[in-house]
């Protein structure tokens, strides 16, 4: 039987912060902020399923994803079907163009469920990134195929126990639209003070 799958997006709130993760889709908690706002903004210019044919190239928008082996469901924003057989994702997020792991490696997930579906090898995709207007091409490495089954795991240990992980209490949390509901520092001050507390009670 394959695995419960887990959706794609979990696994970029999970890199990112694996408490965050588990708000979202353990608790269902959600908040926007600016950072969310802009990039509902963004995703609304790819989130109507369609086609258009753009130099020859297929450009699907929204295309459902899915992989039975790793267990993983969600959807792409855009897929170009090249003439000489080229599949390659991209993936549109807020913000200039910079590395970010949780960004690739929701990219790699997609290229992974797209291998499955259609039986051939997807060894590049890229982020658009809309502040700067760039792309920037990703290599679907082994090693990020690696990351993608882990952290699916990951993802599903959690969703099946219902627990929440510890705060991060980072710099992270700056940006992070769930610091209201999540609480980073009042927590980290309980786990301190029931850390002191068993010291001092020690035998
Ligand atoms: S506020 Fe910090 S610890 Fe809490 S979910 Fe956001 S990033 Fe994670």
């Known amino acids: 039987m394959p695995p419960d799958p887990v959706p794609i997006s979990a696994l970029q709130h999970w890199t990112y912060c694996p408490r965050q993760c588990a708000l979202i889709h353990v608790e269902q908690a959600y908040a926007d902020n600016i950072h969310t706002a802009r990039g509902n903004a963004v995703h609304k210019l790819v989130d109507t399923p369609g086609y258009e044919m753009k130099a020859g190239v297929r450009v699907e928008r929204s295309l459902?994803?899915?992989?039975?082996?790793?267990?993983?469901?969600?959807?792409?924003?855009?897929?170009?079907?090249?003439?000489?057989g080229t599949v390659f994702p991209v993936e549109f997020k807020n913000g200039p163009k910079r590395k970010h792991v949780h960004d690739d490696i929701q990219l790699a997930a997609q290229a992974l469920c797209l291998e499955e579906m259609l039986n051939k090898?997807?060894?590049?995709?890229?982020?658009?990134?809309?502040?700067?207007?760039?792309?920037?091409?990703?290599?679907?490495?082994?090693?990020l195929k690696r990351l993608v089954e882990t952290t699916t795991e990951a993802v599903?240990?959690?969703l099946v126990s219902g627990k929440l992980p510890a705060p991060v209490?980072?710099?992270?949390?700056?940006?992070?639209?769930?610091?209201?509901?999540?609480?980073?520092?009042?927590?980290?001050?309980?786990?301190?003070?029931a850390y002191l507390r068993?010291?001092?009670y020690e035998p």
């Open 64 to 84: 459902p994803l899915w992989s039975d082996r790793v267990g993983l469901i969600g959807k792409a924003d855009l897929v170009e079907f090249h003439p000489d």
């Open 121 to 143: 090898p997807v060894p590049l995709g890229a982020i658009y990134h809309a502040s700067s207007k760039r792309r920037r091409e990703v290599s679907i490495t082994p090693d």
């Open 156 to 158: 599903r240990a959690t």
């Open 169 to 193: 209490n980072d710099e992270r949390c700056d940006q992070c639209s769930l610091k209201d509901i999540c609480q980073p520092e009042a927590i980290a001050g309980l786990r301190a003070q």
């Open 198 to 200: 068993n010291q001092l």
